[in-house]
């Protein structure tokens, strides 16, 4: 069964296909590599092995569905997305004992697909946060050295599937959240085109910028993962109502003729060296594949961090409020009256960067300020969309660094908000304007993965998957492995 961990859907499919395993076999293996692993790994909340055997067992008897790919398959799912009845904290005290009564959208799908979770992951608390620092629980470590973050928020979506503790996984995006943790650990995210995949039942930070994505190994999995996620919801008044394509269907490695642009800013001062050299690399690989790389400009992107951490902080001090000590998850003890309730059970609920960024929120949406912060933000936003707009005007994608670094180590900038915050300088614009991007391996620094992003046009996903694919078979990066999964 140690040959499992490395294996990408396709192949796992087809041992499952042939009876060469059993979906109960892969299942008990997925949990006994997690238990052997995550001691160190932490990736991990809380573990759905029962439930998933039981599934599993089911499954084996009902037999594989050979046209299903996803059939049979353990998956991870971040902890701020609800799952009826297995505990969701969204890694922060005040959710510790919380468990849901209904089941959100994603996870209707993903049994639907027949997949298997297998737990809860790991992340920033509310998923606020870049290096998976703030969770209340644990801190997850990075695949590739254990010394360093895997990113944040979904730092443990990220590190289980680069560690081989599961094939893929879901995790949340709302400024980066899927594409940095895929930079630092090595793997393939996607953020889809908001609206693209529903939010019900997805625990909301800013609501205008959340986005449930993909983590894989390989970019053809993450394709046919968003395959199985995708598509209109009823229950979301922000789901978009188009056809959801297959996106596996165009991966045919033939981007001849493709027009990709190359943002002058994501290649400025604060970027390193080896990631400013690994994007122009990068570039030259897709010209020798027959696409045309031009230098652009999008000037307002340099905005993008004030913009969103105004916008975001105010959006999460309106969403934050129904966790009250009340209703559900934890209530202070210390406490004479009802205001004592209120005020107690969140200033011990909730951790330091979720209380900073209520805080920043509020300010901004206060009287006498909102015009001079919140407002500002959002024309400043329509600045950015009109930027990405104008450039998707003459080209079929935007390529750059992922993150301005590889992964830093643990605690170096914990208490350091503002250079936190600048870790997804290059990521939160795509949010603000509500586009795909999709992060995949593309070098090494000192032996830590540098992340290339691809950004789309809004809703064609499909020609980022083509473009990664065909980067991707071009060269041999995404083979690399950590040493936890027996690399050297």
């Known amino acids: 069964m140690t040959t499992l961990f490395d294996k990408d859907l396709t192949e796992l499919h087809d041992l499952l296909v042939s009876k060469e395993i059993s979906v109960v076999d892969l299942t008990k293996a997925t949990f006994e590599r997690i238990k052997a692993t995550d001691d160190v790994m932490n990736s991990f909340l809380t573990l759905n092995e029962a439930r998933a055997l039981e599934m599993a067992q089911a499954l084996d008897e009902k037999g594989i569905d050979e046209a299903n790919l996803l059939a049979g398959i353990p998956l991870g799912i971040k902890d701020n997305i609800i799952t009826k009845d297995l505990r969701t904290t969204a890694a922060s005290k005040i959710l510790y004992n919380f468990e849901p009564v209904y089941e959100s959208t994603v996870m ?10 297998i737990g809860k992951m790991n992340m920033d608390e509310f998923a606020m946060g870049s290096s998976t620092e703030t969770s209340h629980f644990k801190k997850t470590v990075n695949a590739w ?27 949340s995006d709302t400024g980066g959240s899927i594409r940095q943790p895929a930079a630092f650990n090595g793997i393939v995210g996607l953020k889809p085109t908001y609206g693209r995949v529903s939010r019900y039942g997805l625990i909301a930070f800013a609501s205008s910028l959340d986005q449930i994505g993909p983590l894989t190994r390989n970019v053809k999995d993450n394709a046919h993962l968003l395959n199985a996620i995708a598509g209109y919801d009823p229950k979301d008044s922000t789901s978009a109502g188009r056809s959801v394509p297959d996106f596996a269907a165009g991966l045919d490695g033939n981007i001849k003729g493709m027009k990709i642009a190359l943002p002058k800013e994501y290649l400025e001062e604060g970027v390193a060296p080896a990631v400013r050299q690994a994007v122009l690399d990068a570039a030259d690989t897709f010209k020798k594949l027959g696409a045309t790389v031009d230098e652009v400009s999008l000037p307002y992107s340099k905005y993008g961090v004030a ?24 209530r202070s003890k210390n406490v004479k009256d009802l205001e004592d309730v209120y005020v107690n059970s969140r200033s011990e609920g909730f951790g330091m960067e979720v209380k900073r960024r209520i805080m920043l929120g509020t300010f901004s949406l206060s ?46 900038n914990i208490n350091d908000p503002i250079t936190m915050y600048m870790a997804d300088i290059l ?9 795909p991007g999709m992060s995949l391996p593309a070098g090494f620094a000192e032996g830590l993965p540098i992340g290339l992003q691809l950004i789309g046009k809004p809703f064609d996903e499909a020609t980022v998957y083509k473009a990664g694919y065909a980067f991707e078979r071009a060269t041999d990066f995404h083979r690399q492995k950590p040493a936890i999964l027996g690399g050297e």
């Open 145 to 171: 050295d254990h010394t360093k973050v895997p990113g944040g928020s979904s730092g443990g979506s990220a590190a289980a599937v680069a560690a081989g503790q599961i094939p893929a996984s879901l995790g």
């Open 307 to 330: 913009v969103y951490y105004i916008i975001a902080s105010s959006e999460a001090s309106s969403n934050l409020q129904r966790f009250d000590g009340i209703r559900y998850g934890y």
């Open 367 to 412: 009287a006498g300020y909102y015009d001079a912060y919140f407002k500002k933000a959002g024309q400043v936003r329509t600045l950015i969309v009109r930027d990405f707009k104008k450039v998707f005007d003459q080209y079929d994608l935007i390529i750059g660094p992922t993150s301005p670094t590889p992964a830093f180590g643990l605690g170096e």
């Open 108 to 117: 209707e799908k993903v049994y639907d697909a027949d997949m298997i979770p």
């Open 427 to 435: 990521t939160i614009p795509v949010n603000l304007a509500g586009l």
